[in-house]
Structure formats: C-alpha cells, structure tokens
C-alpha cells in the first residue's frame, strides 16, 4: 500500500495520551534538572527511598546521554506525538514515507527508553517515577505504531502476524511493560520484600 492514510480515533487518541504523559514526564523532569542545578543539594519530590531516587537519577552520566539533559530530547519527541495524534484526530492522513519517518522515531525511542532501563535497574541502581512513566508511554506507542503500518501494509509482514497485530495488538505492549516490570521486581527483591 502506497497511499496516504489516517487512523481511527482510539489509534489517535493513544497517540495524545502516550505523548501527553511523556510531555508531561519530561517536562518535571526538566524542571527538577534546573533546580539541581540551581541548588545541588536539591532532592526531588519523588525521591522517595534508596531505590525509588529520582535525584541519583538525574545526577547520574546517563541522565545527559547527548550532552543535554534527556528530558528537554522528550519534550520535543513527544510533542511530535501529540501532534500527529491530534491531526489525525482531525482528519488527516499522512503517506507511507511520513509512517516510516514516524515509525523510525518511535524505535529510537523505545531504543533509547530500553538503554534507560537498562542503565537505570544495573548501573544507577535507582528508579526515577517519572522516567517511568515516560516508559510506559513510550513501549505502548512503538507497538501500536509498528501494528498500524503492518496492518496498513507500511511495514511488509506475513498474513497471519498482520491478522495477530489486528486482533492483539495490545498483548505485545503488555508483555514488554509486564517484563520491564518483572525487571524492576527482581532487581530490588530484597527491598520491596522487607
């Protein structure tokens, strides 16, 4: 399929609210980092335990992987979100090359969430809430994306993975999310469990 094409309304109103909650994580985690900046003695409001430390987050090397903090690179990405969710919301389409362009950005961006999480859980050895959220917005957008172009025949796959995604579309998220969080359980076992 070459054409344009647009999406129904729950596809585009996943769109907004994964890119409203990343907006909005990014955005206090942007303004956390200008007051430990300000004030490195600073301690985030949800800083809430050795584990749960927003503040050994954002101190760490991670925390500005581009040579800026992270978060002003979400406030940007999932702008971009918000934006294409509300134009299809209003009607608009979009051609393949705009999907793929798009679909691009999402992998760099469950790509990069996935580094995080990584670097977060083994090497930090803290979790910031907020990051977190940026997560869970970030895992289900790259799925349903991947599953709109597949279906829509932007991305080729067999007959029966385009009849999967069409039907189950929410089992793939759920499972990433569900191992993330299995992650997160066992590395702080002891912790969650005393």
Same mark, same amino acid.
């Given at each position: 399929m070459t054409g344009a094409a647009g999406a129904g309304r729950p596809f585009a109103l996943l769109l907004v609210l994964t890119g409203a909650a990343g907006l909005l994580a990014s955005w206090v985690i942007t303004l956390d980092k200008f007051k430990l900046l300000q004030d490195p003695g600073f301690v985030p409001g949800c800083s809430l335990n050795p584990v749960v430390s927003c503040g050994s987050v954002m101190k760490s090397d991670q925390a500005s992987a581009f040579g800026f903090p992270n978060p002003m690179l979400g406030l940007v990405a999932y702008g +971009?979100? %918000?934006? %294409? &969710? +509300?134009?299809?919301? @209003?009607? @608009?389409?979009?051609?393949?090359?705009?999907?793929?362009?798009?679909?691009? &950005?999402?992998?760099? &961006? +469950? &790509?990069? %969430?996935?580094?995080l999480q990584f670097e977060s859980l083994y090497r930090i050895d803290a979790l910031c809430l907020w990051c977190c959220l940026a997560w869970a917005a970030t895992i289900p957008l790259f799925w349903y994306v991947v599953a709109f172009d597949v279906r829509r025949g932007f991305l080729?796959?067999?007959?029966?993975?385009r009849t999967f995604l069409a039907e189950f579309t929410w089992l793939v998220p759920a499972l990433h999310i569900g191992i993330v969080g299995m992650l997160i359980l066992t590395r702080w076992w002891d912790f969650w469990t005393s």
């Amino acid at each position: 399929m070459t054409g344009a094409a647009g999406a129904g309304r729950p596809f585009a109103l996943l769109l907004v609210l994964t890119g409203a909650a990343g907006l909005l994580a990014s955005w206090v985690i942007t303004l956390d980092k200008f007051k430990l900046l300000q004030d490195p003695g600073f301690v985030p409001g949800c800083s809430l335990n050795p584990v749960v430390s927003c503040g050994s987050v954002m101190k760490s090397d991670q925390a500005s992987a581009f040579g800026f903090p992270n978060p002003m690179l979400g406030l940007v990405a999932y702008g +971009v979100v %918000v934006c %294409v &969710g +509300v134009s299809l919301l @209003a009607g @608009a389409a979009f051609p393949r090359w705009y999907w793929l362009t798009f679909t691009a &950005g999402c992998l760099f &961006g +469950v &790509g990069f %969430v996935s580094w995080l999480q990584f670097e977060s859980l083994y090497r930090i050895d803290a979790l910031c809430l907020w990051c977190c959220l940026a997560w869970a917005a970030t895992i289900p957008l790259f799925w349903y994306v991947v599953a709109f172009d597949v279906r829509r025949g932007f991305l080729p796959a067999p007959a029966a993975l385009r009849t999967f995604l069409a039907e189950f579309t929410w089992l793939v998220p759920a499972l990433h999310i569900g191992i993330v969080g299995m992650l997160i359980l066992t590395r702080w076992w002891d912790f969650w469990t005393s």
